[in-house]
């Protein structure tokens, strides 16, 4: 429980109401504003708000004209900038010339302009940071931050929505936890664990930037030490045999889903039958599909699409191959997956919100692929999960089912092998491991859908699965 204690404002002339300064007094809480004097340095004061923020100030004589002035200090922090600090920051403003004095006080007086910014205020400089292009490792200009758009919406969601009119230097540990608590306790929507880990995530990169050498708009980040929030536990949604076998078929009735695009319905099967992620899928141009009617096709992922920001060469079995023909099939875009509105592809959402549904208020406007099939909710990274499975189950290690994943692994054959070895010496995509690993998925999803394994036949007679 946060203490709060009152202290009596000592009177505007008189000192009597002078205190030895400590930082456990700076840290006390307060029921209303209030300044304390230092007894030990004449001068010296501190301003404390109900907010818990306590801010240095003393006043220095001007020996050119004789003249008293309120020179700002800093806000408190215990760490780095305590009473001992504002003591001896004192001692040194008096023993300054006059030119120098009046130079300290005009940066000190810039520098609390800087601290006068509100949170609000700070977020918007944030995403213009985040979002101005700068060149990557490929040699494209992207956002320095290309997640930017997801960060910024936890900071105008929660942390703008809540703290956005007050003072960033005056935001206090107490604020972020209170909010983080009120995401969990669902005062911002659906309870959610995870939102809260997100805006946790974002103010404090927020705060640690703002506090940063020429911005200086805090001088230290209010998100430390906050209470650990309850562990989220992984997703195991593993679609059955049946449940494969009903949403294969289902995903080709024009009837019943009507509501959803035909190519957005291809999408959820190639993920199904690649492992790619949806932004690694649906992003595919035709210009990164190669060799479809040779002996190993497959599509390259830029790194620009990949999470780990690493180039992808995904081998396509016979089943994946089959599925981007038919996406392309009386497609005259440059995409495979094409948005029907433009040449654009599909939003990286387009399977997610067709296997949900469209929903306004709780009111469903447009039933979901699962409604519509009677399938369990699920989501199309859960289609990733059901592929690694089957190839589990069909004797695959997890070392070979990591690469067609695309997760790092740290160990093969129980020997530990040292990070720089990959990242920077061994370049090689094992195509053939994957390949392998994704035709016997392939063949596994063929006999659970019921479709004979694909003959050695001329490629331009394949039937579309």
Not at 422 to 446: F, I, N
Request: one cysteine or more; glycine letters at 6%; a positive charge.
């Amino acid at each position: 429980m946060t203490e709060t204690t009152t202290i009596p404002e000592p009177a505007k002339r008189e000192r009597k109401g002078s205190v030895i300064l400590t930082d456990r007094l700076c840290g006390k809480r307060v029921e209303k504003r209030v300044k304390l004097y230092d007894r030990k340095c004449p001068g010296l004061y501190v301003s404390v708000t109900v907010a818990g923020v306590a801010t240095f100030y003393a006043k220095v004589s001007d020996r050119t004209t004789g003249k008293q002035r309120t020179a700002w200090l800093g806000i408190h922090h215990p760490e780095t900038f305590g009473v001992e600090h504002a003591r001896a920051e004192v001692y040194r403003l008096r023993g300054l010339g006059a030119a120098a004095l009046a130079e300290t006080l005009r940066d000190r007086k810039d520098r609390q302009a800087k601290q006068g910014k509100t949170v609000a205020e700070i977020i918007e400089e944030r995403i213009e940071w985040m979002k101005t292009p700068v060149r990557k490792a490929d040699g494209e200009m992207r956002p320095r931050l290309e997640a930017w758009e997801n960060t910024a919406s936890h900071l105008h969601r929660f942390v703008g929505a809540r703290l956005g009119k007050k003072l960033a230097r005056e935001v206090t540990k107490n604020d972020i936890a209170t909010l983080s608590n009120d995401i969990v306790a669902g005062k911002f929507g659906r309870p959610s664990t995870s939102n809260a880990r997100h805006m946790r995530k974002a103010a404090s990169a927020l705060f640690n930037w703002a506090s940063e050498a020429g911005r200086d708009y805090v001088t230290a980040s209010p998100c430390v030490n906050l209470p650990k929030l309850d562990p989220e536990h992984p997703r195991i949604r593993v679609l059955t045999e049946d449940e494969i076998r009903i949403l294969w078929h289902g995903l080709d009735d024009d009837v019943l889903l009507a509501s959803w695009d035909r190519r957005t319905r291809l999408g959820l099967k190639f993920e199904l039958v690649t492992m790619l992620r949806s932004r690694e899928l649906l992003g595919a141009h035709r210009d990164e599909l190669f060799d479809l009617d040779g002996e190993n096709p497959r599509v390259d992922v830029p790194l620009k699409r990949v999470k780990k920001r690493r180039v992808i060469q995904q081998p396509l079995s016979d089943l994946a191959v089959e599925i981007i023909k038919e996406a392309l099939k009386g497609n005259n875009k440059d995409f495979v997956f094409a948005s029907p509105l433009d040449n654009k592809p599909l939003h990286r959402k387009a399977m997610a919100d067709a296997l949900r549904g469209d929903q306004r208020k709780g009111v469903v406007r447009t039933p979901g692929i699962c409604a519509l099939l009677g399938l369990r909710p699920f989501t199309p990274h859960d289609l990733r999960r059901t592929a690694a499975t089957l190839a589990g189950d069909l004797g695959f290690s997890d070392a070979q089912i990591a690469l067609c994943l695309d997760h790092a692994t740290s160990k093969k054959a129980e020997t530990e092998v040292p990070s720089v070895t990959g990242k920077v010496y061994v370049h090689s995509r094992r195509m053939k491991e994957k390949k392998a690993v994704l035709d016997a998925v392939a063949a596994e999803l063929r006999r659970i859908i019921g479709q004979p394994a694909v003959k050695a036949i001329d490629p331009k007679l394949r039937i579309a699965a």
